[in-house]
Every structure is written in structure tokens, then in C-alpha cells.
């Protein structure tokens, strides 16, 4: 079993919906967890971070962790054909500072 | 704050022959990582420092690779005798010591021919 699983999409959604991206991780004593966004052939960009349980947003974008059930996803209200790229999860365990990283997931917004 | 800057941005090499690249993270930044991302996988974990000491190594990497961040500031990384296999994004990322968030360069991109 992979530490942290995404699913590798895509996720196709139309302009202005909701895109829901889920993550889930196997080390139950993760901490911190880590959303990234990367576009195809750059490197990734940081969107948010979360620490507790519960919901953190900013903007139209939404993290929500459950440690009990050991996942993490990212909401993305009124999804725009610019936030079509990969969107990677981080997870990093209780006393470490490395990250491990999914797969990521593909997202497509079409017109 | 200019961000994390990578040099070279591309590098086309010969089997067999070493290349280096450099990193230089933000300028506050104390930790600093190196990672390896193929097409369709994320990031993986190669090293990471914490100002010029190297605190933990992947066991998956090859005493081929050598990494150095002298005097806590730009680091390089070095592969020896490079294979195809080794063809690959190299992205250099910092952060403080205050939490996880890491702050990505925009990678190296190698092809070994």
C-alpha cells in the first residue's frame, strides 16, 4: 500500500462547479498535510496547508482533514479552465520534516 | 524575495558523464530539499539540509549522487557517471524551520542520451 493515495484522474468538471480532490494516507501519525498544484512542465506551487482537523478555507479553495479516517481533500468552488493541472498531496509525519508526496491528480475544467 | 532559483534549467548529457546543479533557495530559509519527479509520479525525497548540514538521505539513492550546502546558503547536486534512469525533473524546494510548507524552484530538467 502506497503512504499517501490519490487518484490519478482525470477529473473532468465544468467551468464554475465544484471540484473535489481527495487524498488518503496510511502513517497514522502524520501531522501536517500539504496541497500543491502543478501545471504541466513546471514545478509545484504550495496552495495550502493544514493542520488540524476540520475545514481551512482560502478563497475558493477549501482543505479538509479527518485524521481518524486518515484523509485529506481539496475543494475547489467555481472552478475556472485555469485551475486545469495536477494537484499533489503532501503528507509529512509526526517528528519528520519530509514530505511524501501522491501521484497527484489531474484536473480538467472545461468551458 | 526573488523565490527559489535552479541552474541549469535543462541539461542534456552523455551516459556516463557527471553533471551538477545548483540551488539557491529563499534567502531566510534554513532547510533545504532536493527531489527527483518522473512523468506521472510526484516528488521523491532524495536529501535535505538544514543550513549546511546534511540531515537525511533517501536509501534509495545511489552513491552515485552528492549533495552539498556549504555555508547554508546555494547547495548542489552532483551525479557521477549519469544512466538513462537518472533522466528525470530535479526540483530543489526551502522552507523555515517554523512549519512544512516548502516553496519549490522550477527544477532542472536532465536527459541522459
Known amino acids: 500500500q502506497k503512504e499517501v493515495e490519490q487518484n490519478s484522474g482525470p477529473l473532468s468538471v465544468p467551468e464554475g462547479a465544484i471540484a473535489s480532490l481527495n487524498c488518503t494516507y496510511s502513517?497514522?501519525?502524520?501531522?501536517?498535510f500539504f496541497w500543491y498544484r502543478q501545471y504541466s512542465g513546471k514545478s509545484p506551487e504550495l496552495i495550502m496547508s493544514i493542520y488540524s482537523n476540520g475545514d481551512k478555507e482560502d478563497g475558493r479553495f477549501t482543505a479538509q482533514l479527518n485524521k481518524a479516517s486518515q484523509y485529506v481533500s481539496l475543494l475547489i468552488r467555481d472552478s475556472q479552465p485555469s485551475d486545469s493541472a495536477t494537484y499533489l498531496c503532501a503528507v509529512i509525519r509526526g517528528g519528520s520534516y519530509i514530505p511524501t508526496f501522491g501521484r497527484g491528480t489531474s484536473l480538467i475544467v472545461h468551458p | 524575495d526573488t523565490g527559489v532559483s535552479q541552474d541549469p534549467r535543462h541539461k542534456i548529457t552523455k551516459r556516463g558523464q557527471n553533471v551538477t546543479f545548483r540551488c539557491d533557495p529563499i534567502?531566510?530559509?534554513?532547510?533545504l530539499y532536493w527531489y527527483r519527479q518522473t512523468l506521472g509520479q510526484g516528488p521523491e525525497f532524495l536529501t535535505y539540509?538544514?543550513?549546511?548540514?546534511?540531515?537525511?538521505k533517501s536509501r534509495l539513492l545511489s552513491d552515485r549522487f552528492s549533495a552539498e550546502r556549504p555555508k547554508g546558503s546555494f547547495s548542489t547536486l552532483e551525479i557521477q557517471r549519469t544512466e538513462q534512469g537518472d533522466s528525470a525533473m530535479y526540483l530543489c524546494?526551502?522552507?523555515?524551520?517554523?512549519?512544512?510548507?516548502?516553496?519549490f524552484g522550477p527544477g532542472t530538467r536532465l536527459t541522459v542520451t
Open positions: 524546494a526551502s522552507s523555515t524551520d517554523r512549519g512544512g510548507e516548502q516553496y
Open positions: 534567502s531566510e530559509h534554513n532547510r
Open positions: 502513517d497514522r501519525v502524520s501531522q501536517s
Open positions: 539540509f538544514q543550513n549546511e548540514a546534511q540531515l537525511e
